[in-house]
């Protein structure tokens, strides 16, 4: 017969809760995006919302479904690299 563990197997999952909270959060800002592509704005400010709010929903899935909010140094160098990028994107975009 075997043991009873004490430890959960599931100890490390994030509550349905937050999960669902995490996916209604990028519906939002995926319905915002497409929001933002119907204003009468210049090209300019468009493409930089839409690039901020997709650094947003990476920030929620790297710390989210990836689980990388139990880790808050992976998870800041991970959104450093995206803004790092996201910053190149921008740059190369309004030149």
Same mark, same amino acid.
């Given at each position: 017969?075997? =043991? =009873?563990?004490? *430890?959960?197997? &599931?100890?490390?999952?994030?509550?349905?809760?937050?999960?669902?909270?995490?996916?209604?959060? &990028?519906?939002?800002?995926?319905?915002?995006?497409? @929001?933002?592509?119907?204003?009468?704005?210049?090209?300019?400010?468009?493409?930089?919302?839409? @690039? !901020?709010?997709? &650094?947003?929903? *990476?920030? *929620?899935? &790297? =710390?989210?479904?990836?689980?990388?909010?139990?880790?808050?140094?992976?998870?800041?160098?991970?959104?450093? *690299?995206? !803004?790092?990028?996201?910053? @190149?994107?921008?740059?190369?975009? @309004?030149?």
């Amino acid at each position: 017969m075997r =043991a =009873a563990s004490s *430890v959960p197997k &599931l100890s490390r999952q994030w509550p349905p809760s937050t999960l669902r909270r995490a996916w209604v959060t &990028l519906l939002a800002l995926s319905l915002a995006s497409t @929001l933002l592509t119907m204003l009468p704005a210049p090209p300019a400010f468009v493409g930089s919302g839409i @690039l !901020i709010l997709a &650094l947003i929903k *990476v920030r *929620v899935i &790297l =710390a989210r479904y990836l689980d990388l909010a139990g880790s808050p140094t992976w998870l800041r160098g991970f959104t450093f *690299v995206m !803004i790092a990028f996201g910053c @190149l994107i921008l740059a190369l975009f @309004l030149i």
